[in-house]
């Protein structure tokens, strides 16, 4: 059924029941005006025919063979609609109008009953001795039939209330519905082709509409991000697929070489050891693809929900003292802001802190072994987090291309993406990553930049850091 429908049986029933009920309100109170009405009309006209009455009376008593035609005449006129009885003894010495057998005793007014009828009655005593009296009655027929006319009356307004709240609903159904037919419209059309609007409007001057029509619009923008991020999701399964399967052949392929010469008969003890020794290092350069391919894919897939204010100093402390363990053979100083606050992933800046140290524990080696590394935090109008060794340093038309994917030094044991995923967390936290020469001397001084303070870092536009 129709929300306008319904509207229209609403109004038809609770039109027509609230005219009855106000009805039978004003039917109640006008009948009992109308009862205090008569009682009044009574008691004066008892007032006003009471003299006549009673000099009728005396009349007929002092001269009893001479009737008082004169003041007869004058009472008939007087008594209206309504019935006169004088009484002497309560024998009736006078008649008028519609009056009852048996004559009610008492003052009045009340009611007095004779058969089926019904009267309504007003007396008063008539001279000193109080055995004459004038009586006065009013047949309840005809207030009944005023009643009666108002309660037809009554239901003919009901029942054209009714019509009209048919007719009313109908068309006041359809004039509340109509923002909500159109927004109904609208999103009926969201999806077709030549629609060019893809929300709701929110401008139909309805509270509730409107507010119906901005619950619909978020929950098609949560719609759309799901769907932009199950694509996101499978393009980057898909990366991730094909860098791995392409980064993997090759170690793969020598492993599988090298497992096949473990076989030969006359391998030498000096000869497997080494063919142990490559596939151990090839085992673990695989695990190093696979780790930092997967936390490659996990940046691309970072959510905005994950970001939150962070204490980067505190994560360069704890950063500092893990490579202190992992690396033995370098010496580590760190020179950092008491506090740097930014709107961060934890987790990705930790990652920067981490690889950028162990790129300069392994890159940043003397001739003798030994690595000396600086760890500098500043925090101004942007947060600097600089690692600098003392290594061989990196020739200028080259510094750029380290952050490509899989770009390695001769003999280098790592994965050729640990600067791809600084640089790729940076660009998350709306910042950027370079490289340039130590301010110190000789080496090579990789320098991210942060902002401290700000809107919520939004995603790099750019193409997938896995292809």
């Keep these: 059924m129709k929300l306008s429908t319904r509207f229209a049986l609403c109004l038809a029933v609770a039109i027509p029941l609230l005219v009855a009920l106000a009805g039978l309100v004003v039917l109640g109170l006008v009948a009992r005006d109308l009862r205090d009405q008569r009682d009044e009309q009574l008691t004066s006209q008892l007032k006003a ?55 009610p005793s008492g003052a009045g007014p009340g009611d007095h009953a004779e058969g089926a009828r019904h009267w309504r009655f007003a007396a008063v005593g008539l001279g000193r001795q109080g055995d004459a009296r004038l009586i006065l009655f009013e047949p309840h027929e005809r207030l009944s039939d005023q009643i009666a006319l108002l309660a037809h009356r009554l239901v003919s307004v009901t029942l054209a209330a009714a019509v009209v709240g ?40 309805v509270a509730e509409i409107d507010e119906l029509a901005r619950l619909l619009n978020d929950l098609l923008d949560r719609r759309d991000a799901a769907v932009t991020r199950t694509g996101e999701a499978l393009e980057t399964s898909r990366a991730f697929t094909a860098t791995a399967a392409h980064e993997l052949r090759t170690p793969l392929t020598s492993m599988g070489t090298n497992l096949t010469l473990l076989d030969h008969p006359e391998l030498g003890p ?101 690595a000396a590394i600086t760890v500098i935090l500043d925090a101004g109008e942007e947060i600097t987090l600089a690692v600098q060794d003392t290594g061989s340093g990196i020739a200028p038309e080259q510094r750029d291309a380290m952050f490509a994917r899989f770009r390695r030094r001769s003999g280098s044991p790592g994965s050729g993406l640990g600067l791809t995923l600084v640089r790729q967390q940076a660009a998350l936290h709306g ?21 401290m303070t700000g809107q919520e870092p939004a995603r790099p536009a750019v193409r997938s850091w896995l292809e």
């Design 166 to 205: 048919v007719v009313a609903g109908l068309v006041l159904g359809r004039f509340a519905v109509r923002p909500l037919s159109r927004l109904g419209g609208q999103a009926r059309a969201i999806d077709t082709p030549a629609r060019t609007e893809t929300r709701l409007a929110t401008t139909a001057g």
């Design 49 to 103: 025919l009471s003299p006549m009455a009673g000099s009728f009376a005396w009349r007929a008593r002092v001269l009893p063979a001479v009737p008082p035609d004169f003041l007869q005449q004058r009472l008939a006129a007087a008594a209206g609609a309504g019935g006169v009885c004088v009484a002497v003894d309560g024998e009736k010495l006078l008649v008028i109008g519609d009056v009852p057998d048996r004559l």
């Design 431 to 451: 910042g950027i990553a370079t490289l340039g020469a130590c301010l110190e001397g000789p080496g090579t001084r990789a320098e991210v930049r942060l902002p």
């Design 270 to 370: 000096a000869d497997r050891a080494e063919i142990v020794a490559d596939l151990v290092a090839e085992h673990g350069r695989i695990q190093r693809l696979i780790t930092m391919l997967s936390r490659l894919a996990r940046g691309e897939l970072l959510d905005a929900t994950s970001f939150a204010e962070t204490d980067l100093a505190a994560i360069v402390e704890e950063a500092v003292e893990d490579a202190r363990r992992r690396h033995p053979h370098a010496t580590i100083s760190a020179r950092t802001a008491e506090r740097a606050r930014v709107h961060g992933w934890a987790e990705g800046l930790r990652l920067i802190v981490d690889n950028l140290l162990d790129n300069a524990a392994v890159h940043g080696a003397d001739a003798s072994g030994r």
